[in-house]
């Protein structure tokens, strides 16, 4: 489905660059998007997973992620039933789950593609996605996003008289795409067209795992090391406390809560896992090495994926694609309730992240930040996700070519949080 979304995007650009005498506009597009891929894209993707892979190192050698999963792992176990349930992958899953959540980009995304790393040395059929994979990328194409913090952020610096209310919106459209998500992913796997070949080779084994014996993770702490991670513990959350405290007078005390937890959760996470670590007797430093490592790595098998995703939507956005599709759409926008500014929104954001937000800036420019299309297009923004960019991304870190049912899946959770965001504003703003 990927390959003929991506020759779709490629041809009707360059037809429709022809035909409208954007002939330069495509060329310039394609070769930014190219330098885009490398230079904003893929280098900083590696600095960001050089970092993090070292830190979920250090997490992954203490027991300290063993530890999270094990809340998580009957639900887990249900999702991916395919995946041992002691498995590396399933606590990279948790972490990524709740990063996103947390409107964590920079964090989510490399344990994601550790995830994914996990989750591939269990196919025995390189090149084809599996179930397991289909899910979770369906899970990160449709995650519940607690605070849609760009949106927000946007219609503030805009003047918003109330920017905060498109939380409660985006969070409903977040569950509705969530839900469409997972439901779509498992259904879609049972169809005959997405069925998976039988396998020629060796299956391979799960991924061996130290034994309690072995593993620092079954060593206690001594009391005073006890004593010095509660006090780290402590700082934090007095730190959350007061940022409460000053932020609870402007908005509402659970959302005072969330924005508070985000702002301090990826400074608590760079010291708490080494500090954990240490106190587990680990060699931090040589452990963190070894696992930023991996993280150049990644940014490079993953840069071919990007380049050819990224090419063929600024090709097909510079030949004018987008807005001819606004206007063949524009006759059935009134009978759905979408505003004609919104339209352009809701088609790109499958394709870029960047674009879309730059579109919503557009749209609160244009009309205003206290309009319904502001209102609206924030909780699309908040409420779907960038699907054919994260599938080049966490695909290209394991090399799949075949993605099976995880576009299809991906593109039914953006139509429900669009559908889902329709129905709550009109709600809520009209």
């Not at 990927?2 to 954007?22: A, D, E, F, P």
């Not at 920079?106 to 025995?124: S, Y």
């Amino acid at each position: 489905m990927l390959n003929y979304l991506w020759l779709g995007l490629i041809v009707c650009g360059v037809i429709l660059g022809l035909l409208t005498g954007k002939t330069e506009a495509v060329t310039a597009a394609t070769f930014e998007a190219a330098k885009s891929s490398l230079m904003s894209i893929a280098l900083p993707l590696g600095a960001v997973m050089a970092l993090w892979l070292g830190i979920m190192r250090l997490a992954e050698k203490s027991g300290a992620v063993e530890r999270l999963s094990s809340f998580l792992r009957p639900l887990l176990t249900r999702l991916f039933p395919e995946v041992p349930a002691d498995h590396p992958a399933m606590g990279a899953m948790v972490m990524n789950i709740a990063a996103n959540m947390l409107g964590l980009g920079n964090a989510a995304t490399p344990l994601g593609l550790k995830a994914m790393q996990g989750l591939e040395t269990l196919n025995p059929r390189p090149g084809t996605a599996t179930n397991a994979m289909c899910t979770f990328l369906a899970i990160n194409t449709s995650s519940v996003q607690l605070i849609p913090a760009t949106a927000v952020g946007i219609l503030a610096a805009a003047g918003a008289a109330h920017p905060t209310s498109i939380i409660g919106t985006a969070l409903v459209a977040t569950t509705c795409s969530f839900i469409t998500g997972i439901v779509a992913v498992k259904l879609l796997q049972r169809l005959p067209m997405f069925a998976l070949a039988p396998v020629t080779g060796p299956t391979p084994l799960p991924v061996a795992t130290e034994s309690a014996s072995e593993s620092t993770a079954s060593v206690p702490l001594s009391l005073w090391k006890k004593l010095l991670l509660a006090s780290y513990v402590a700082l934090f959350a007095g730190t959350i406390w007061h940022l409460v405290a000053a932020r609870v007078t402007g908005t509402s005390l659970p959302i005072s809560i969330v924005q508070s937890i985000s702002v301090v959760a990826i400074p608590f996470l760079i010291g708490f896992f080494p500090l954990y670590a240490a106190l587990k007797g680990i060699s931090v430093y040589e452990e963190f090495i070894e696992g930023a490592k991996e993280g150049i790595q990644v940014a490079l098998r993953i840069f071919p994926y990007l380049v050819a995703i990224l090419v063929a939507v600024g090709v097909f956005r510079a030949a004018g694609g987008i807005a001819i599709l606004t206007r063949l759409l524009s006759p059935v926008l009134d009978l759905i309730g979408l505003p004609p500014q919104v339209l352009p929104l809701v088609l790109v954001r499958p394709l870029s992240g960047s674009a879309a937000t730059g579109l919503f800036a557009e749209i609160v420019k244009a009309c205003g930040p206290d309009s319904y299309a502001a209102q609206l297009a924030g909780t699309i923004l908040g409420g779907t996700e960038t699907t054919l960019y994260v599938l080049a991304v966490y695909f290209g870190s394991v090399a799949i070519r075949r993605g099976r049912h995880a576009l299809a899946a991906g593109l039914l959770a953006d139509a429900a949080g669009v559908a889902a965001s329709l129905v709550i504003c009109r709600l809520v703003f009209r």
